[in-house]
């Protein structure tokens, strides 16, 4: 029986290539969004600790919730448009969950420009405490995914090597 993995099993493994690609990039792109948006609810919590205009502040929370809601749905949205190979259902799952806290932090901040409730900041950032959870999570199964795509693809090539060797060499063996 023969090391070389089925035909299937290299498909398999392009196909887990194409997927974390590409949900790399989309991750990569939700988190510099995030980015920014953190640097703005900071600002935001730096000017409701100095008391400032209590309403305006609310306000623009909901300002910036709402307009970061609208950029991570488009995220979920893109995601769930992703056709995920059974191998990734796992890693496909922290992302979504990831951002899910983000949306949901994002619908906290949209109720306080609502409410006016300044107080309720806090559950935003407890939201995005369980996202940094899910980041690692995440970071953690796709290295692991990384890693079986490696080895799957090193597996395949040093195969490919040993049978291309005995076919030019294979005299040498029968001496």
């Known amino acids: 029986m023969s090391d070389e993995p089925r035909p299937e099993s290299r498909a398999e493994a392009r196909a887990v290539a194409a997927y974390l690609k590409t949900l790399r990039a989309l991750v990569n792109e939700a988190s510099a969004s995030r980015a920014t948006w953190i ?12 008391g400032t205009d209590p309403e305006a502040l609310a306000r623009e929370a909901g300002r910036i919730g709402l ?5 991570f749905r488009e995220f979920k949205r893109r995601l769930e448009k992703l056709d995920a190979p059974l191998l990734c259902n796992d890693i ?3 992302a979504s969950s990831w951002l899910d806290k983000q949306m949901a932090a994002c619908e906290v901040m949209e109720e306080v420009g609502r409410t006016g409730d300044l107080a309720s900041l806090r559950e935003t950032q407890g939201l ?3 996202g940094r959870n899910d980041s690692r999570r995440f970071s953690a199964a796709y290295a692991e995914m990384v890693a079986w795509l490696r080895e799957r693809l090193g597996s395949t090539r040093r195969n490919r090597a040993t049978r291309a060797g ?3 060499f294979g005299w040498l063996r029968r001496r």
């Open 166 to 168: 005995a076919r030019r």
């Open 128 to 130: 995005l405490a369980e």
């Open 67 to 71: 307009e970061q809601s609208v950029v």
């Open 92 to 94: 496909h799952l922290l």
């Open 39 to 50: 640097r703005q609810l900071g600002a935001l919590l730096t000017e409701v600790r100095a």
